[in-house]
């Protein structure tokens, strides 16, 4: 396995430095970082944690590409060398832990909880939503957070203030949800929202979870294309 | 050693001036973009044409259309076209997601009749090209 | 200076900093974490949360589900407590927006769960708690002024005179050591199913806040108790989530017998019974394959003996309506599908039922320190949790924490004692040794790695499913001069960035911890009860065990283990009954 | 805290524009392949003969057909513009230009349509 270091004070720059790694058929690219972390270098950083493919944490560039690391196999690569460097994209604090803060800021600006207007109903019954409603935004809840989309997504490597497929996922996630009654067009009828997309697709094609934020995006550029020609129509 | 890092010193990764050559997808969606080129182009060769009919010099421009490079270019903006015509109706059901029933259309039934109609637009206007209605 | 800090941002934390934000949003609340909130795991939880809302179920009868599945060592008063405001909470997190499945009348839908007598269980599809904690973590946004430490590890609460008065955290981007002062604290740090080899927890699950209450001398309460869950996959520990033997799925040993009527737990039915066979108790589960398995009728593979779990005459329609998550793992993590292949399956280390010692309202012995969640016993878990009981668990105490919290900081408003300062000092230049490579110096000591392996095949051995004494004092030795060894171990970074070296270390000092208390508990209990079962002493004994184990931390680092009455309030101990009505 | 909602919308001509840009891409679609395929390779290679000028006039001198064509121009160059924009920027890293860059190219499209306006009437 060849891996990005990159240590702070140390390295100028990434480098790389190579580890042999046995081949076991059924090991992750994650499962070769921590042979490395427990027996040839203590010193290597990344970030993982569920190795079931939800929490999100471990997603890297394997060989050029935006994955998570914990589902994907070594064998994939056939006797290597598998190359594992930090998410394209974001600035690196360490080998291959990369800086999300700006992301964090993103999701909370698209004001992703449930907004309801007037009175609460009382903590003994539930707002009713049939399994059809449930299913208009279900895919968009199912994001882990997981930044591949970003990774993959030309236009935010580019444009750092793009606010992304993730969040635009997201916040379509809340609007199309039947119980919502929020209204999100103030932050994604921007140039650096939904406009800034040009629907390279590469976000969906990522995505581990099936969420399609590319879908999402379109889908409310055409909301919002409509709601500027049509003052009246709310949502 | 200590070395202290003072908060946000992370490493910012130069920008990558040749990203869309670094896999295949990238590079069909700068194809795809790049098809708008071959749009503009062919709207100006149609403009070109319009005012070849109606200022009565018809004879040359069918000659220089003739010219082989002139061919040429319109091949490559036949095929950017078309490329453009597919990748364009087949993304449309992705910003127009219909709904019936509570559940939605699937993709393949808003494509399929995208690109009918294209088949029936490009038949209706090869008609009055050719035969009129004279 | 902070009200309320919260140590952990999982459900059990983000839950009671809401409940403060609410109560009072004057209060100044902080939440600490090691990893970013939605990180945290409580994002891996599956199956789903019991509550009673279904016409015909009471609240007595999730009562006495919770109390006989915890073998009667659960307190009555903090079971019905938590029966009662289960319902509300989940009703509060759908209110928040938490994509429950639904009737086909736009209802919350339930479905059967393990040891439960009636259809109370809650669900995400399979993703319960994954949608539970983004819900709760986008909430949290909601509240702006709460202050969140993403990334930052707490290595030690600051104690004066039996009262707490902050924490020490260090930034792990930038090596940052810090002394924050609160007024109260919750821990709400999760389990530590890591100190076992074999487990379905996520690496962050160390037990830190337990060892960080132990150390400044607040009991932990019924750490022998170790929930074994009886389908994980072999190799990755993954979890296969009850829910699937709740839709129908069975246990089949290798010659594709349902082998769990032989361990009295009914007959088998084609659709699924509940509180019966395959919907038993985990710990009744995992025992009756140790059993199979040492009468040979188990299959072996490179990861250990397995059963399997059958779903294949459930249908690929069922199994991806109900339980798509599982198909996923099943397809990316071992290469099978459920719909037409067997799932091997082997019992795995699952959830602690023990953890630090509170009453009814998250307050441990030490003033303004309160605790949460997975870390906490207040006991509703007894000997044995259910499933689907931990969720709400979380959502119930974390709230009733925050509450309490709030109060407290709100009567004591002094400032901090002098000696507070001074102890922030110590622990700063002891972490400073311990990342530039403690006592030994370069290349000198042992691998953190090593050592933690060491530490999981002795509890496993000593503290597995089946437990003897001999072999536990031993492991208490063993895991004695563990914590000796790690205080020496080899450091080969010394960096300040990022330097989850570090983290390790200290973690594996907190799990050593852990790991003592777990073995000398299981010592001390001589008697076989839910998931601690002694072969030396296979009966229960309510004469003398109907008790709760309290351990302390003796000056010398040693664990003291005593007795606490259990409180019983309308359900007298009895006999556990599975599958015979 | 809650946030105040709605206060400073800033406005953005981007919807405009991408409506004008997949109003362009969908016409741009139907229309163009088989107008280049007869005018641009058929005629020239003599695949088909060209219709006489009579004809071709004759179908100019319909008004609607004369409207229907200045709506494709400009809708189809909208669409180009739009997109050159964009991939110039993506491309070269441009984004800093973005004002000259949209002037030009949606400029151009406007003079397209005046210079078809023109032609036509
Ligand atoms: C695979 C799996 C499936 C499960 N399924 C179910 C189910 O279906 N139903 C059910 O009821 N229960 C289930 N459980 C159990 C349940 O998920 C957990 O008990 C519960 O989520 C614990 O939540 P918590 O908030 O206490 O802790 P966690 O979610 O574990 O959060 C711990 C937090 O503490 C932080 N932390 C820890 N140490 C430190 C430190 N030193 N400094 C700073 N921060 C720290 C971490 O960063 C994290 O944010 C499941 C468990 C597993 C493993
Ligand atoms: S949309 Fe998909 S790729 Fe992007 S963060 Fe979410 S799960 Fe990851
Ligand atoms: S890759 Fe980027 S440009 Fe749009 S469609 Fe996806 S966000
Ligand atoms: S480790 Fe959690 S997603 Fe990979």
Redesign the interface.
């Known amino acids: 396995m060849e891996v990005a270091r990159y240590r702070p004070g140390q390295d100028a720059e990434p480098v790389f430095q190579g580890y042999d790694v046995p081949l076991m058929s059924d090991w992750a690219v994650l499962d070769g970082l921590n042979h490395i972390k427990d027996q040839l270098d203590g010193s290597l950083s990344y970030r993982w944690s569920c190795r079931m493919g939800v929490c999100g944490s471990c997603g890297m560039t394997v060989n050029g590409e935006a994955r998570l690391t914990c589902g994907t196999f070594l064998s994939e690569y056939g006797d290597g060398p598998v190359r594992v460097e930090p998410l394209k994209g974001f600035p690196i604090i360490r080998d291959l832990v990369v800086d999300i803060d700006g992301f964090l800021a993103k999701l909370s600006s698209v004001r992703p909880w449930l907004i309801r207007e007037g009175e609460d109903l009382p903590l003994t019954a539930e707002y009713a939503q049939t399994p059809e409603q449930l299913e208009a935004y279900k895919q968009y809840s199912m994001c882990i957070n997981c930044l591949l989309c970003y990774s993959a997504c030309p236009v935010y490597v580019l444009d750092p203030d793009f606010l992304g497929p993730a969040a635009i996922a997201l916040a379509q996630r809340y609007n199309l949800d039947s119980r919502d009654m929020g209204d999100r067009f103030d932050v994604l009828n921007q140039e650096d929202a939904v406009w800034g997309c040009t629907f390279v697709g590469e976000c969906t094609k990522v995505c581990p979870k099936h969420v399609d934020p590319a879908e999402a995006i379109q889908r409310y550029k055409l909301t919002a294309a409509l709601r500027s020609v049509l003052p009246w129509s709310r949502r | 050693?200590?070395?202290?890092?003072?908060?946000g010193?992370?490493?910012?990764?130069r920008?990558?001036?040749l990203?869309?050559a670094?896999?295949r997808?990238?590079t069909i969606?700068?194809l795809r973009?790049?098809?708008?080129?071959f749009?503009?182009w062919?709207?100006?060769?149609?403009?070109m044409?319009?005012?070849a009919?109606?200022g009565?010099g018809?004879p040359e421009f069918?000659a220089l259309?003739?010219r082989p490079w002139?061919?040429a270019?319109?091949?490559v903006?036949?095929a950017a076209?078309?490329f453009?015509?597919v990748t364009?109706?087949n993304?449309?059901p992705?910003?127009?997601?219909v709904?019936l029933d509570?559940?939605r259309l699937p993709a393949w039934m808003i494509q399929g009749g995208n690109h009918s109609?294209?088949l029936v637009?490009?038949a209706v206007?090869?008609f009055?090209?050719?035969r009129?209605f004279? | 200076m902070i009200d309320v800090l919260i140590v952990g941002g999982g459900g059990a934390g983000l839950r009671a900093a809401v409940a403060v934000a609410e109560t009072d949003p004057a209060l100044k609340v902080a939440v600490v974490s090691k990893v970013y909130p939605m990180r945290s795991h409580t994002v891996s939880a599956e199956g789903g949360a019991a509550g009673v809302i279904a016409p015909g179920d009471t609240l007595d009868e999730h009562c006495y589900d919770t109390i006989s599945g915890g073998d009667w060592l659960c307190d009555q008063d903090a079971v019905e407590a938590f029966v009662a405001e289960a319902p509300k909470e989940l009703i509060q997190l759908e209110h928040w927006g938490c994509p429950w499945s639904r009737e086909s009348d736009g209802r919350v839908a339930v479905r059967p769960f393990g040891g439960m007598k009636k259809m109370r269980t809650w669900y995400a599809a399979d993703k319960t708690g994954f949608h539970l904690l983004h819900t709760l973590f986008q909430t949290t946004l909601k509240y702006q002024d709460i202050i969140r430490y993403d990334e930052w590890y707490v290595t030690k609460l600051l104690v004066d005179d039996g009262r707490v008065h902050g924490v020490v955290a260090t930034e792990i981007r930038t090596g940052r050591i810090e002394t924050i002062p609160a007024r109260t604290v919750i821990l709400a740090t999760g389990g530590c199913g890591r100190v076992f080899p074999f487990t379905t927890n996520a690496a962050v699950k160390t037990g830190d806040g337990m060892a960080l209450a132990y150390r400044e001398g607040a009991p932990l309460k019924d750490m022998e108790f170790v929930q074994y869950h009886p389908t994980g996959l072999p190799f990755t520990g993954i979890l296969i989530t009850e829910a699937a033997r709740a839709e129908g799925g069975w246990l089949i040993n290798k010659d594709g017998y349902r082998y769990l009527q032989d361990y009295d737990l009914g007959k088998p039915t084609p659709t699924p019974r509940l509180r019966s066979m395959e919907l038993g108790p985990r710990d009744r589960l995992s025992q009756a394959f140790v059993h199979e398995q040492r009468q040979g009728r188990t299959v072996d593979t490179p990861y250990g003996p397995v059963v399997y779990l059958d779903l294949r005459h459930l249908g690929e329609a069922k199994i991806d309506a109900r339980i798509p998550f599982v198909r996923e793992l099943c397809r990316s993590y071992q290469n099978l599908d459920p719909a037409t292949d067997l799932i091997p399956v082997r019992p795995v280390v699952h959830y602690m039922m023990g953890g630090v010692h509170t009453d009814l309202h998250g307050a441990t012995p030490i003033a303004g320190l309160y605790a949460a969640g997975e870390t906490a016993c207040v006991s509703i878990n007894g000997a044995n949790r259910l499933g689907s009981n931990s969720l709400p668990e979380i959502l119930v105490f974390g709230r009733r924490a925050g509450i309490a919290a709030a109060a407290f900081a709100k009567e004591h408003r002094e400032a901090e004692p002098p000696a507070v300062r001074s102890q922030g000092e110590d622990e700063r230049r002891r972490l400073e040794r311990a990342r530039e490579g403690g006592r030994p110096r370069n290349g000198r000591g042992e691998r953190i790695a090593d050592l933690r392996e060491r530490m999981q095949h002795t509890l496993e051995g000593a503290a597995g499913i089946y437990r003897t004494g001999d072999v536990l004092a031993k492991a208490v030795d063993t895991l004695a001069e563990l914590r000796e060894r790690a205080e020496e171990a080899r450091m080969e970074d010394s960096s300040t960035a990022f330097n989850t070296e570090l983290i390790n270390l200290l973690e594996l000092r907190s799990m050593l911890e852990i790991a003592q208390t777990i073995a000398a508990c299981a010592l001390n209990r001589e008697e076989s009860r839910g998931a601690h079962q002694r072969t030396d002493f296979s009966a229960r004994d309510d004469a003398a065990f109907l008790a709760h184990s309290l351990v302390h931390r003796a000056p010398d680092g040693t664990p003291s283990v005593g007795l606490l009455p259990v409180t019983i309030t309308r359900w007298p101990p009895g006999e556990r009954v599975y599958g015979r009505d | 805290m809650r946030r105040a909602e709605g206060v400073a919308v800033r406005r953005t001509p981007e919807p405009y524009l991408w409506l004008l840009f997949s109003g362009g891409g969908v016409v741009a679609a139907l229309v163009l392949p088989v107008l280049v395929l007869l005018f641009g390779v058929l005629m020239p290679l003599g695949v088909v003969d060209w219709p006489t000028a009579g004809h071709l006039r004759g179908l100019l001198g319909n008004v609607l057909v004369r409207l229907t064509l200045v709506v494709v121009v400009v809708l189809c160059l909208f669409h180009a513009a739009h997109r050159i924009r964009h991939t110039s920027e993506e491309l070269l890293g441009l984004a800093r230009f973005d004002l000259v860059i949209a002037l030009f190219c949606y400029g151009g499209a406007i003079a397209g349509g005046v210079i078809a306006v023109m032609l036509m009437f």
């Open positions: 050693m200590k070395t202290e890092v003072p908060a010193a992370a490493y910012r990764p920008r990558d001036r990203w869309f670094r896999t997808s990238y969606f700068v973009e790049l098809t708008s080129v749009v503009a062919s709207v100006a060769f149609l403009l044409l319009a005012g009919v109606l009565g018809l069918a259309a003739g002139m061919i270019i319109n091949v903006a036949l076209t078309a453009h015509s364009f109706l993304l449309a992705k910003a127009t997601v709904r509570g559940y109609l294209w637009v490009s206007i090869a009055f090209v050719l009129g004279r």
